[in-house]
């Protein structure tokens, strides 16, 4: 009987040094699909053997190297958890993953990664979100004209109230799509990107319109009043030395001067 099993554990040594990564992917696959049961038989054997796991908890941090590494590791990480509290930053979070979740992660991306359509998707929502932004940019005013009326329609019939800024986008999206040529790929997902990107953008250009018009009507409004800026500012300067405060930057006085009445 004692040579049976011997003979069967070499057999099994032996196919096992010859397919390693088989077996080894089957057992993955085993663990995976029945996570709870791996968890449990983990615990059940934890507890049936707490002096071998203490055992082999020894024999790892008697090895110098080892030992050494995670003295660094866990002096990192100390430094790193003051170093943010003095900041008064959050501490560090972390996301504990299984095996079985990074495995998962790791097929997920490798599939996304070799999927051959994935180069036309990518340039389907390339062209989606650009030509997206393009025309909110170009017709913003008549989208949202637009949008109202719909929305009014829709309260003159009774129907519920629908936000007009969704019905901009709606539209949008619905002409972008008849215009292009293939769209077969986009997922509603990329529609939803594409959207966020779009409205992130329009702000964007709408934020830099809104300063460039400042800048500008700072200019004209000092271009103007040139000469009555400078005379308040030499005044200005002069109350200041009398109240025994620095002389302050001519330019600086011209931005905060009050426009004059018309």
């Not at 909110?136 to 019939?157: C, I, Q, S």
């Not at 292009?180 to 966020?196: F, G, P």
């Amino acid at each position: 009987m004692v040579e049976n099993r011997e003979k069967v554990r070499e057999y099994y040594n032996r196919y096992y040094e010859a397919h390693r990564n088989e077996v080894n992917a089957r057992a993955a696959a085993r663990r995976d699909a029945d996570p709870e049961r791996k968890k449990q038989i983990t615990r059940q054997w934890a507890e049936r053997n707490k002096e071998r796991r203490a055992e082999l908890q020894r024999l790892r941090r008697s090895h110098p190297e080892i030992y050494q590494s995670e003295l660094e590791a866990n002096a990192a990480a100390r430094r790193l958890k003051r170093s943010l509290s003095r900041a008064g930053f959050p501490p560090k979070l972390l996301h504990a993953t299984t095996a079985a979740e990074r495995r998962a992660s790791e097929r997920e991306g490798h599939a996304y990664f070799t999927d051959p359509s994935r180069p036309e998707h990518l340039r389907q929502f390339t062209m989606f979100a650009e030509s997206l932004t393009e025309h909110m940019l170009k017709n913003d005013t008549r989208m949202r004209e637009f949008a109202e009326a719909y929305v009014e329609t829709r309260a003159l019939m009774g129907l519920p109230s629908v936000p007009a800024e969704t019905i901009v986008h709606a539209r949008a999206v619905e002409i972008i799509a008849e215009r292009m040529r293939r769209v077969d790929l986009l997922t509603s997902r990329d529609v939803a990107a594409a959207v966020r990107s779009t409205k992130a953008e329009v702000r964007r250009v709408e934020r830099q319109q809104q300063f460039d018009q400042l800048v500008r009507a700072v200019v004209t409004q000092v271009q103007r009043n040139c000469k009555r800026y400078v005379v308040e500012a030499e005044m200005e300067n002069q109350a200041r030395a009398r109240r025994g405060k620095p002389r302050a930057p001519v330019e600086s006085l011209f931005v905060q001067a009050p426009a004059p009445l018309e």
